[in-house]
Structures are given as structure tokens and as C-alpha cells.
């Protein structure tokens, strides 16, 4: 799942990305608001990470165009203004959580995990479906109560799937949230992919729909 932050302080920013990277996700980041309303607007995010002090376009105003032309990304806002009618501001302005500055990285870390979760209907840390179990705090799956050993990859993959169960879910989509710009977008390493995490799994959850994409059904708990 890509991240993508919007942080004009080189230090902050590469903090928060070298902490979102750590929990699995490709951590994307942009220093001012117009980048920051474009990649928005027109890329496939999990969530956004935004200040609301950025150069060029303000988060607030950024944070409502969005709005206005249905991007309905989760956004989490950073502020380093103290006035509570700020924070107000950007709440009402569409965000779904905030976080004043300073800030410690792991209550950064868990509203991002609150806000993810709650962007797919889940409440609680833990999804389950059937015998497999993912808890998204120490990123670990189990089949049967039983770990399950998975890449970096594998485990964004099966994640996504999960937040997104009861949809089919395009090799496209898939392709765009597991791979940073970098990287060569083939195809067939979905394909590849999946195969290798069914494997690992060796419980039959994913369906594939041919001329489709992938499929999980059922309710996660």
C-alpha cells in the first residue's frame, strides 16, 4: 500500500517515511502543496500523510479541493499551530484525523493504522477470514494460529486484499500499490506473486476472475 506524504521539513518527512516503510507500506514523499494536490488527485494512495504548513498551497485549501473533486483518500494532518480552530478547520475541511507537532512517531504510526482501518470498514487491529488472521500492528500473519513467514511484498499484497475483501481488485490496482514509481510495473509478477503467497498460505482465499483480477470474499472479523 503506497503513503504518500506531504511535509515540507526534509527531516520530519524522511522520519515519517523511514517509519511508514517500516510498517510494509511504500512511503512516497512531496515538499509542497501543489505536488501534493496532483499526486493526489490523479494517483492510487492507501492514505495521506499532510501538513497543513505546506508551501505553494496550503493544506487546508489542498485538503478541500480534494474533497470537492471526490478524492476520498484518508488523510491524517499535521499541524504545528496550537490554535484548536485550526485543527477544527482541517477536520471540517475532510481530514480524518490530526496530529499537532512535536509528535511521537508511534501515536503517528497508530492513527495511521486507526485511520486505514477505518477507510475499509474494520475497527479492530486484527482481520480475520476463516483460518487466516492479520494483525496489522506487528504486520504478522497466521494460518490456524500459526505464523506464516512472508516478504515485504507478500505481505502488502495480502493486506490490501484483505482491507478490500467482498471487491474484485484489478492486477492494476494492485500493481500501482505495490510498486514505487522506480520500479518496472509487469504484469505477470502479479500473477507471479499471488502464486507464491497461495502457496505460503496453502488455504484456498483468493479467487481469481479471469479478464478481472483477485478476489477475496467474506466478512473480516
Known amino acids: 500500500m503506497r503513503i504518500l506524504i506531504a511535509e515540507d ?8 517515511a523511514r517509519a511508514v516503510s517500516s510498517l510494509g507500506y511504500i512511503a512516497e514523499t512531496v515538499m509542497d502543496g501543489e505536488t501534493a ?17 505546506l508551501p505553494k498551497l496550503d493544506g487546508v485549501t489542498l485538503l478541500k479541493r480534494w474533497r470537492q ?27 480524518d484525523d490530526y496530529l499537532a507537532k512535536p509528535f511521537r512517531m508511534e501515536e ?21 477470514i476463516g483460518d487466516i488472521s492479520i494483525d496489522t500492528r506487528s504486520m504478522q ?16 499484497l495480502i493486506n490490501y486484499l484483505f482491507h478490500h475483501r467482498g ?20 504484469p505477470n509478477a502479479i500473477e507471479a506473486l499471488i502464486g507464491r503467497l497461495r502457496r505460503k498460505l496453502k ?3 483468493i479467487e481469481t476472475r479471469r479478464g478481472f483480477g483477485y478476489f477475496v470474499a467474506g466478512s473480516a472479523a
Open 69 to 95: 473533486e471526490g478524492v476520498k483518500v484518508p488523510v491524517l494532518i499535521l499541524t504545528a499551530r496550537g490554535s484548536w480552530m485550526e485543527r477544527v478547520e482541517g477536520i471540517d475541511a475532510g481530514a
Open 141 to 156: 500473519v497466521t494460518v490456524g494460529g500459526v505464523p506464516v513467514d512472508l516478504t515485504p511484498l507478500e505481505y502488502r
Open 108 to 128: 503517528l504510526l497508530a492513527r495511521l493504522r486507526s485511520i486505514l482501518r477505518r477507510s475499509n470498514g474494520h475497527a479492530a487491529p486484527v482481520m480475520a
Open 9 to 16: 521539513e526534509p527531516r520530519i518527512a524522511a522520519d515519517i
Open 203 to 205: 488455504v484456498d482465499v
Open 37 to 53: 494536490w496532483f499526486r493526489g488527485g490523479t494517483e492510487n494512495y492507501g492514505a495521506v500523510i499532510l501538513d497543513l504548513g
Open 167 to 186: 471487491r474484485v481488485v484489478p492486477p492494476s490496482e494492485l500493481s500501482e500499490i505495490l510498486y514505487d514509481h522506480d520500479n518496472d510495473r509487469d
